[in-house]
């Protein structure tokens, strides 16, 4: 029998308590959220685009562009949100530490900022996923006026 590692756990884990949050819809206003931070950074997507095709031999659909793009900035949709669960998460974490409130908070960051951010991204593409169809017609569109204005002004 094949032993299944800690990443593989960890990431079954995001998928299934993806697809709870999801049908509990409680991943809705990132409907609301996600086509607004891929069009107001679209000069950045833009770059990135650019970047990306020249670094890759095999052409990719922008359907993998954004999905690279959603991964590679790692920049929560909603920072506020974010922000929120992550300082929720830290309460949580140190109510019962018996260290003092400031050295609790430091040990919760070391140990586990870096994995709520790769959850909260992960959460991200893969929410994507259930939208894609939606938004990359509004996203290519978008792209390519804004390379219109370019060739236009530059």
């Known amino acids: 029998m094949e032993e299944i590692s800690e990443t593989e756990l960890?990431?079954?884990?995001i998928f299934r308590d993806f697809d709870?949050?999801?049908a509990e819809g409680k991943l809705d206003y990132l409907k609301q959220l996600f086509l607004p931070y891929i069009l107001n950074n679209i000069a950045d997507f833009y770059q990135f685009k650019k970047e990306k095709l020249k670094q890759f031999a095999e052409a990719l659909d922008m359907h993998q562009?954004?999905?690279?793009y959603l991964y590679y900035k790692q920049m929560p949709i909603d920072m506020r949100r974010y922000m929120e669960g992550q300082s929720q998460s830290i309460k949580e974490a140190i109510?019962?530490?018996?260290?003092?409130?400031q050295v609790a908070v430091?040990?919760?960051?070391k140990k586990y900022a870096a994995r709520h951010r790769d959850v909260?991204?992960?959460t991200q593409c893969i929410f994507f996923e259930k939208i894609a169809d939606q938004v990359i017609?509004?996203?290519e569109k978008s792209l390519q006026e804004y390379e219109e204005q370019l060739r236009?002004?530059?």
Do not use: F, N, V
Request: glycine fraction near 4%; aromatic fraction near 6%; charged fraction near 30%.
């Open 120 to 122: 909260t991204i992960k």
């Open 20 to 22: 709870k949050a999801y």
């Open 95 to 101: 109510a019962d530490s018996h260290q003092e409130r």
């Open 137 to 139: 017609p509004i996203i």
């Open 106 to 109: 430091s040990e919760w960051i």
């Open 65 to 68: 562009l954004l999905k690279l």
């Open 10 to 13: 960890k990431q079954s884990k």
């Open 152 to 154: 236009i002004h530059g």
